[in-house]
């Protein structure tokens, strides 16, 4: 049947469902790449099963001895600034749970854009018919990260108990948001970062180098003077807002107003500095030797 | 002398990497930064107390500052990586060939690039000591500073050796990875990198001494300081030189394990 032909069909059907509801029906579509993508990635991972699990134990030894840093400092003091211990511990378990929730989404995706790059694999990604950031962004899933991530939550509940906390529902409603902000920080910087390696090829040192900052997160913000450092960390790279406000919010520790609404901000803002650099760095791409 | 020629080698390699290395000297000092507010923090809070387990602020950040040098001078960057994925690859077939021990070629290959770290991170560690300077204080004498020297060379063969002996794990193992990330998790905390030791319990501090761990950094950091001196100090050396015998034999033993069960990959 030729092109032509179509016009020999006068009864129009209705547009298809994705025409007609763009909004739901691409939601639907992108539901079940990224489900094809986690399930490719999934049993990528488990045919190395040990491996799997060395890592979550890595992780948590890690976490282990973050805690151990705070038990150490806090036999020799009652409060950093502000903060008592138990508040510290509740913040190093959010911080935990926000950053293992980025590092399961997002963090090996990231890295892994410069091997893209450098290989032309992304010859291929952007040659699919969707679109390319989303593929790039969700190619990996890493499970244990998840488990690591409910090892946080379990530090925060104990913390929350020896603080006699119980979050209400609505401190609750306010913490998930907040830490979503947090990780959509941690996604968009990272990836603004990783974008450099459509220039230079040895991004993915510079990319393992941010990811030390990640670290700062745990840290009490009221520790820090105001200065340029605590500035820079709260405007540019807010790391110390990504887990402070969202446990502030949950255990109302005392905070001040506009915080939150300098997390959701900056959240977008970074998001947005991330799609331009995107936009800019691909149409900067010229394939690798092909 | 050939492993002359290796060093040389080695640090014509490593310059590729010179924009790598000062972008992550420069990043190091972000959190070296937070760690020296979050101490200032803390003694703010207790303005009566003073020092915390004999050190004052200005103290605790000269042990900081001198953590960093140190581990500039001596920490292993990508020795146990390159020596994992030369065994995997089958790459040591090569040098098992030539007339060089395995062991010397990566030693001097180490030396290169530490020298190599060291210069590119001389400029942004140079200017943070320069503008940290009322903190940084120099070595009580000329002798002081001699044994610190001595004590940082032991510190870099320490941690070289063990270093070289897990990543030959690979020998038996796909991925060693997680086995360094496990030791160095022990040798992070352990090893003074996160606090003084001696801030811990006297009993726990005490127990360390009996790892390898405080002989990979806080060892010449306390020398440095004064903070360990007269026979203390001779024992502790001595205690190091022994650790770093002990891991230089268990290195041959396990790389004469390893390579009789070696079977080059593709080879």
């Known amino acids: 049947m030729n092109s032509s032909s179509d016009s020999t069909f006068p009864p129009r059907t209705p547009p298809p469902v994705a025409m007609r509801e763009p909004g739901f029906a691409?939601?639907?579509?992108?539901?079940?790449?990224?489900?094809?993508?986690?399930?490719?990635?999934?049993?990528r991972e488990m045919s190395f099963k040990a491996n799997f699990l060395l890592w979550i134990f890595v992780e948590l030894l890690w976490f282990a001895l973050q805690l151990s840093f705070i038990a150490v400092i806090y036999g020799h003091t009652e409060r950093i600034a502000t903060w008592s211990k138990w508040e510290v511990v509740l913040l190093l378990g959010a911080s935990q749970l926000i950053q293992q929730v980025f590092a399961a989404l997002f963090l090996s995706n990231c890295t892994q854009l410069s091997e893209y790059v450098r290989t032309g694999r992304l010859d291929f990604l952007l040659l699919l018919p969707a679109n390319t950031r989303f593929l790039v962004s969700f190619r990996q899933v890493d499970l244990g990260a998840f488990a690591n991530a409910a090892a946080g939550v379990a530090v925060m509940a104990y913390a929350l108990r020896q603080l006699h906390l119980t979050p209400t529902l609505g401190q609750m409603a306010g913490f998930l948001p907040l830490c979503a902000a947090g990780i959509l920080i941690h996604y968009s910087?990272?990836?603004?970062?990783?974008t450099v390696c459509f220039w230079t090829v040895r991004a993915q040192g510079i990319v393992w180098s941010y990811y030390n900052l990640f670290n700062l997160a745990r840290l009490p913000d009221a520790a820090f003077q105001p200065g340029w450092f605590k500035a820079v960390f709260t405007f540019v790279l807010p790391m110390l807002l990504v887990a402070n406000v969202p446990v502030k919010h949950l255990a109302a520790l005392p905070r001040t107003p506009w915080e939150s609404?300098?997390?959701?901000?900056?959240?977008?803002?970074?998001?947005?500095?991330?799609?331009?650099?995107?936009?800019?760095?691909?149409?900067?791409?010229?394939?690798?030797?092909? | 002398m050939k492993y002359w020629h290796v060093l040389q080698v080695g640090i014509q390699n490593t310059l590729v990497y010179r924009?790598?290395?000062?972008?992550?000297?420069?990043?190091?000092?972000?959190?070296?930064m937070a760690?020296?507010?979050?101490?200032?923090?803390?003694?703010?809070?207790?303005?009566?107390?003073?020092?915390?387990?004999?050190?004052?602020?200005?103290?605790?950040?000269?042990?900081?500052?001198?953590?960093?040098?140190?581990?500039?001078?001596?920490?292993?960057?990508?020795?146990?990586?390159?020596?994992?994925?030369?065994?995997?690859?089958?790459?040591?077939?090569h040098i098992l060939l030539k007339p060089m021990d395995y062991l010397a070629y990566r030693l001097s290959l180490f030396a290169a690039g530490r020298l190599v770290y060291t210069a590119a991170a001389l400029l942004p560690v140079g200017t943070f000591l320069l503008a940290q300077h009322e903190s940084f204080v120099l070595p009580a004498s000329l002798p002081t500073f001699a044994l610190f020297a001595c004590s940082t060379l032991l510190t870099a063969l320490l941690q070289f050796l063990l270093s070289y002996t897990m990543a030959l794990l690979a020998f038996w193992v796909l991925e060693v990875s997680t086995f360094i990330f496990i030791v160095f998790a022990f040798e992070y905390i352990a090893g003074g990198h996160l606090f003084p030791l001696d801030i811990l319990p006297p009993a726990l501090a005490q127990a360390l001494n009996f790892t390898p761990f405080p002989y990979q950094l806080y060892f010449p950091v306390s020398v440095y300081l004064g903070r360990v001196t007269g026979a203390a100090l001779w024992r502790g050396l001595l205690v190091q030189v022994i650790w770093v015998l002990v891991m230089f034999v268990l290195a041959r033993l396990v790389w004469r394990r390893g390579i009789r069960h070696y079977s080059a990959v593709g080879g």
Request: charged residues 15%; neutral net charge; glycine residues 6%.
């Open chain 1, 26 to 43: 691409a939601l639907r579509r992108y539901g079940r790449i990224c489900a094809a993508l986690w399930r490719n990635s999934v049993v």
């Open chain 1, 189 to 194: 910087l990272m990836f603004l970062l990783a």
């Open chain 1, 261 to 290: 609404a300098v997390l959701l901000t900056l959240a977008l803002l970074c998001f947005a500095a991330s799609e331009g650099a995107w936009h800019a760095s691909v149409r900067h791409y010229t394939s690798a030797s092909s």
């Open chain 2, 19 to 32: 924009v790598n290395f000062f972008f992550r000297a420069s990043f190091g000092l972000i959190p070296l």
């Open chain 2, 35 to 93: 760690t020296i507010y979050l101490w200032r923090a803390i003694y703010a809070s207790n303005p009566g107390k003073g020092d915390v387990a004999g050190y004052s602020l200005a103290a605790m950040t000269a042990y900081y500052l001198l953590a960093t040098v140190v581990d500039a001078l001596t920490a292993v960057a990508e020795d146990d990586w390159q020596i994992a994925a030369d065994i995997k690859d089958g790459q040591i077939s």
